[in-house]
């Protein structure tokens, strides 16, 4: 058994490792990307979505990074479920300051089907002017070259769809650690995903979407029985034979969750969501983790009276995951604290490995003060009955 757990240990530090070497190449491609992106100008009128749901830390500046938009011409349309809506309150007192900027506020009601967050879009899309309609969250903050840049692409007739990486920001330990899962971790998921089969999802914080590619994929309505929405569109998208395409620009994503239990649920509860839309995909992720297999190493080895190999392994796996996190925040993400993001990602590393395994556990998340069961491909049954018996995660966007 022990020789079996040490054998375990070195394919998994060598495939981490293989999986580290996509990333940079990868990386390496998105920044050659960049020169050219960046000369690309298309510049339509615009819709941005911007769906709300309750009060949230910073709210206020995060909206307004929107308004102050360095683009000729867009409009905001925001969406609450109801008007005593925190977030729609604070939308309303930030577009007050910018009354040159069309602004337009809307109430949804109670969700026909299980995202209520899709059923905003619907309503926001019904009631947009433009073609273009930029999809963000409230949790992020851009700045004054956003819609510049994610227009940019447009300019190829057969792009459909474009998204964004983005750079997590968090305040203390525990929402820095869930910061660098984002800015590295799912980053760099993004880049081997774009090497080895192209783009053919979206990722929530910015989806860019031409109107008619929208109706042809089936609306917005089309994604209302799924948790992960963003997945589901750019599938959706990609299926009718259109483009999507990974923004060379980067945005901020900040982390709500500042306590320890509920960051955890949060991750897990992202975790949930790829494994039922994407489960062979999230299965193989257990071959791209290095910490774990470090530990896993060093603790036979040094069973087995062989401390230097156990060091080594360690060591290894160590040093590949503060490299990989040094170069995706630097080169992909512009991490402005690239040492301490750079070393804080071995330990996201190893909690991330306990987040996999806890996402087999159940399937059942918690969002939006709900309960939802999971279901195959990635459809979800409201379940709010069940919230007190099994709370697994709560929302934050």
Known sequence: ????????????????????????????????????????????????????????????????????QDYPEFEIIFCARNDRDPGLETARRVAARYP??????????????????????????SAAAHRFLVVSDS?????????????????????????????????????????????????????????????????????VVRRENLEAAGGFRALGPYHADDFMLGNLIAAHGHRVVLSTHTI??????????????????????????????HLGTALTFSMPYGVLGA????????????????????????????LVGGLVVAEPRLVRSALLYPLRDLLGFAYWIASYLSNQVRWRGEVYNLLEDGFMRNDSQSAKREPEAVLTA
């Open 139 to 207: 949790d992020v903050s851009v700045t004054r070259g956003y819609l510049r840049a994610v227009m940019g692409p447009f300019v190829d007739p057969h792009v459909g769809l474009v998204t964004c990486l983005y750079r997590g920001v968090g305040s203390n330990l525990w929402s820095r650690l869930e910061a660098v899962g984002m800015s590295i971790e799912m980053s760099g998921g993004v880049l081997v995903a774009e090497l080895i089969e192209g783009m053919k999802f979206a990722l929530g914080p910015t989806m």
């Open 1 to 68: 058994m022990m020789h079996f757990l040490l054998v375990l240990s070195i394919v998994g530090i060598f495939t981490s490792t293989m999986y580290a070497l996509l990333v940079v190449v990868g990386a390496l491609r998105l920044a050659q990307r960049r020169q050219a992106a960046e000369a690309c100008v298309f510049t339509p009128p615009v819709s941005l979505l911007k769906p709300l749901h309750g009060w949230e830390p910073d709210l206020e500046s995060h909206l307004e990074s929107f308004f102050a």
């Open 100 to 125: 040159g900027i069309r602004s337009t506020f809307l109430l949804s009601g109670p969700p026909p089907y299980a995202n209520a967050k899709v059923w905003s879009l619907e309503r926001m899309q």
């Open 252 to 281: 901020d994503h900040h982390v709500l969750n500042s306590s320890f239990l509920p960051s955890v649920l949060h991750q897990i509860r992202w975790m949930k969501s790829t494994r039922f839309s994407r489960p062979k995909g």
């Open 299 to 326: 603790g036979v080895a040094v069973a087995f009276h062989r401390p230097l190999l156990g060091a080594l392994l360690l060591l290894w796996s160590w040093g590949s995951r503060v490299g990989l996190g040094a």
